[in-house]
């Protein structure tokens, strides 16, 4: 099974601040990577996509990057909304999730 | 507007059974894949299941393999998951999602799935 590491686990940021997630695999995954974001009580919502194709309707501060085993999540300008939970999942094969990275504001 | 709309979860005991449906509305559901996710009460997630758009191949995670089954029907516009010998740890929200073959891009509110004596 492919594995799916996420740092940090938690992060806290200002509103305008530029913030940055990281997830690892545990093997090449190519570009099979997606994000997304999550707030209590809600269904994950899809962010990226192929690990940097912008779902339609996601604000162009979220951008994704990276290929193979090493990606990342940013966040150009944070604003009040984006307090939630982010999530990479892999599907190369399967899926699998990384444990989430809780984003404070 | 995609819609997908879950149900049957509940309290049951160990050992138990219980079959959750998703109702899909605003999109063709037969042309897709779908999948079921679960959300542990950590709020880690697992992908449990998919099916092919025509239910020919469906794919399960190792840790319901034997005990879960996942069928649609597209007349009906509905997809199922039937669990049995269901443990405590598999207590969970479990989603219906679109996807997989791909990421998954429209998600269930989800339904409580509790495993208790």
């Known amino acids: 099974d492919i594995q799916m590491t996420q740092s940090p686990s938690t992060l806290s940021a200002s509103i305008g601040d530029r913030v940055t997630i990281t997830c690892r695999a545990s093997?090449?995954?190519?570009?099979?990577l997606a994000w997304y974001q999550q707030k209590p009580g809600k269904a994950p919502k899809l962010l990226i996509y192929?690990?940097?194709s912008l779902e339609n309707g996601v604000p162009s501060r979220f951008s994704g990057s990276g290929s193979g085993t090493e990606f990342t999540l940013t966040i150009s300008s944070l604003q009040p909304d984006d307090s939630a939970t982010y999530y990479c999942?892999?599907?190369?094969?399967?899926?699998?999730f990384g444990q989430g990275t809780k984003l404070q504001i | 507007e995609v819609h997908l709309v879950e149900s049957g979860g509940g309290l049951v005991q160990p050992g138990g059974s219980l079959t959750l449906s998703c109702a899909a509305s605003?999109?063709?559901?037969?042309?897709?894949?779908m999948s079921w996710v679960r959300q542990f009460p950590g709020k880690g997630l697992e992908w449990v299941a998919n099916?092919?758009?025509?239910?020919?191949?469906?794919y399960y995670v190792g840790s319901v393999k034997g005990r879960f089954t996942t069928s649609r029907d597209n007349a009906k516009n509905s997809l199922y998951l039937h669990m049995d010998s269901l443990r405590v740890e598999d207590t969970a929200v479990y989603y219906c999602?679109?996807?997989?073959?791909?990421?998954?891009?429209?998600w269930g509110q989800g339904t409580l799935v509790t495993i208790s004596s």
């Open positions: 099916i092919k758009e025509d239910g020919s191949e469906k």
């Open positions: 605003g999109f063709t559901f037969a042309s897709h894949w």
């Open positions: 093997q090449s995954i190519s570009s099979w």
């Open positions: 999602a679109r996807g997989l073959p791909g990421p998954f891009d429209n």
């Open positions: 999942q892999q599907h190369s094969s399967f899926s699998t």
């Open positions: 192929k690990a940097s």
